[in-house]
């Protein structure tokens, strides 16, 4: 099974909400990722997470705030985001980081308002 | 550098004809690995296929092959017989590093028209 899934599917937010994207995967990965795709855009990364622990952060804004709480689970805390940060967010997870393979999850399809 | 260039914006084919989708990249790293993934208008990327750099043999799988070729620094894609359901945006991509972080092309749009 090489199932990862993420909740929501969309969410609208405004600028002064707080929400947390959900990301899950039961293939025994130890790696996780978060991107933010924009429309017509390959993925960019945000953050990586290797055994748990923060393994890289693409200088992404304060205003994003990813948690690992266990090697299964991976959350994107959103907070006083701005317009500009409508996009789909997909977690991805991979055996380890280096030279695996990613498995994507649908994504959540985020608008800021 | 690492780069993956990914030269085709769109591409537009009618059912049943073959189609090349082309991949050229940039690394100064002997060991690497290349992949293929492919994102339908539902938005999922799926993955389709790792290469590592040790190992230029060609693979088939069904109506899929890729043609890899270090001296050209390519890892081409081919679709055969094109259907319909073969229509979405395909991303080349290298891994970069020791921290697994893939770097993609900017994706090729494919039609298949019926």
């Known amino acids: 099974d090489t199932e990862v899934t993420q909740t929501p599917k969309h969410l609208v937010m405004g600028m002064t909400n707080k929400k947390s994207l959900k990301c899950e995967q039961h293939m025994g990965h130890r790696a996780m990722y978060w991107y933010k795709q924009k429309a017509k855009k390959p993925p960019e990364l945000m953050f990586v997470y290797s055994y748990e622990k923060l393994s890289i952060n693409e200088s992404v804004p304060s205003r994003f705030s990813p948690e690992c709480p266990n090697s299964s689970l991976l959350n994107l805390h959103l907070h006083a985001l701005q317009p500009e940060d409508s996009a789909l967010y997909l977690c991805?997870?991979?055996?380890?980081?280096?030279?695996?393979?990613?498995?994507f999850g649908p994504g959540t399809r985020l608008t800021v308002t | 550098a690492q780069k993956v260039t990914q030269a085709q914006t769109e591409i537009s084919v009618v059912e049943k004809e073959d189609v090349t989708l082309d991949c050229v990249y940039e690394t100064r790293d002997t060991t690497y690995y290349l992949f293929w993934y492919k994102q339908p208008p539902s938005g999922e990327l799926v993955f389709l296929i790792r290469r590592n750099s040790f190992d230029e043999q060609n693979e088939i799988s069904g109506r899929y092959s890729w043609n890899f070729q270090k001296s050209t620094s390519s890892f081409n894609f081919t679709i055969t017989a094109s259907q319909v359901v073969d229509s979405a945006v395909y991303f080349c991509?290298?891994?970069?590093?020791?921290?697994?972080?893939?770097?993609f092309g900017k994706g090729t749009k494919l039609s298949v028209k019926p």
């Open positions: 991805a997870s991979s055996q380890q980081t280096r030279y695996y393979e990613q498995y």
């Open positions: 991509a290298l891994s970069r590093g020791s921290q697994g972080n893939l770097i």
